[in-house]
């Protein structure tokens, strides 16, 4: 009888997808002994890269149910991946802390509450001789901006994680294949993933992570999955001001829902996602902008050097994310809305379970 050691080292895994999801769980995978495969015709297009890499794990305000078990899962693997990764990479980390403002009393109040009642050390109110505050309100030019920072959370590099991710991939062998699969289906023990050009991909099991098009490779009426587009932007402004440092602003925060990032003196980015469309509306830079009642004149005066967005998934009908074993050695893992990073690692981990029970 063959061990399970074998078992693994003998069998292949098909990965659709190529964002953070599809290559995590392509490195949880590798590191068990798989042969993986990942397909991707898009790579370079998917929503990954509209990600900003916020990691909102311990102020989530919800302390339980299914959403909270993986971002508290997610929080305590993320450092132990970190060190992992940097064998490839010595620069990527987790950039702390996390800020979330709002100008909002009743908000502030929410948040307030949250603090008091969880009375956790590394979740503090932010007061308002807190020079962070004093700083935020002086950039902005305004005077009522309130929040909270978490010690604890932060932001990773998106970008510097996906290009760390392909090193690992790279350094292990991982076959990629540019094929757009059409069509998966189950034949004796095995699947086999037909491209548009007629390929035929063989594997013991297959782990659906691409986003929208998921759907489009299972029986949609048995599994009863059903998931929309949510168009996450983001762009960088660079702002011609003397009086203006953008690097006396913490490193990464959230004002009303936006998420701010300085990336120098003069340049900083605006992300959000919420618009449940394929397409960005013209007005982006309102659009994004618009998180203050009275824009600071420096805003207003800015230049959209760059601007990008990436179409997200989010289920319909039931909680983000969708990770379900369909059928024997069929997994999906999609609809992760925008915790992609941060909850990649408890997904994997739990990919990486059912895929070891199949075997076992």
């Known amino acids: 009888m063959k061990s399970l050691k074998e078992n693994f080292q003998k069998a292949h895994i098909v990965i659709i997808g190529s964002g953070i999801i599809g290559k ?8 068990l002994g798989f042969q993986i495969t990942i397909i991707d015709p898009t790579e370079l297009q998917n929503s990954s890269y509209a990600a900003l890499g916020l990691l909102m794990g311990n102020m989530y305000q919800k302390r339980r149910g299914r959403s909270w078990d993986l971002r508290k899962q997610s929080i305590e693997l993320w450092p132990q991946w970190i060190t992992f990764l940097q064998k490839f990479n010595s620069e990527l980390n987790i950039e702390k ?3 979330q403002l709002t100008t909002n009393e009743e908000k502030f109040k929410k948040l307030e509450k949250f603090i008091y009642e969880n009375n956790n050390q590394n ?11 004093k700083n935020i ?26 290009q ?8 292990k062998k991982i076959n990629f294949s540019t094929g757009e699969i059409i069509k998966i289906r189950k034949s004796k023990n095995q699947w086999i993933s037909t491209t548009r050009n007629n390929e035929d991909i063989k594997s013991d099991m297959v782990i659906l992570c691409n986003s929208l098009k998921a759907i489009d490779l299972i029986d949609n009426i048995s599994h009863n999955i059903t998931l929309k587009p949510v168009l996450g932007q983001a762009m960088e402004i660079d702002v011609n001001d003397g009086e203006v440092d953008l690097l006396s602003l913490p490193k990464q925060f959230n004002i009303n829902g936006k998420n701010i990032i300085p990336k120098s003196k003069n340049k900083l980015i605006i992300g959000s996602t919420d618009e449940y469309s394929t397409k960005p509306e013209e007005n982006t830079f309102e659009k994004l902008t618009n998180f203050l009642d009275k824009k600071p004149n420096w805003l207003l005066k800015g230049k959209i050097s760059k601007k990008w967005y990436g179409i997200r998934s989010r289920p319909d009908g039931e909680p983000s994310p969708i990770m379900k074993n369909l059928e024997d050695g069929l997994i999906v893992c999609t609809g992760f809305y ?4 941060l909850l990649a690692p408890a997904c994997s981990k739990w990919v990486a379970n059912e895929i070891n029970n199949h075997f076992s």
């Open 137 to 162: 309100n002086k950039t902005f030019q305004t005077n009522n901006i309130k929040g909270i920072i978490s010690f604890k959370d932060g932001r990773i590099n998106p970008f510097s994680l996906l």
């Open 123 to 133: 979740l503090r109110i932010l007061e308002r001789d807190s020079i962070f505050i």
């Open 97 to 99: 802390p996390l800020i």
């Open 338 to 341: 925008k915790n992609g990073i």
């Open 164 to 171: 760390t991710l392909d090193k690992y991939l790279k350094h």
């Open 24 to 31: 995590f769980n392509a490195l949880e995978l590798s590191e």
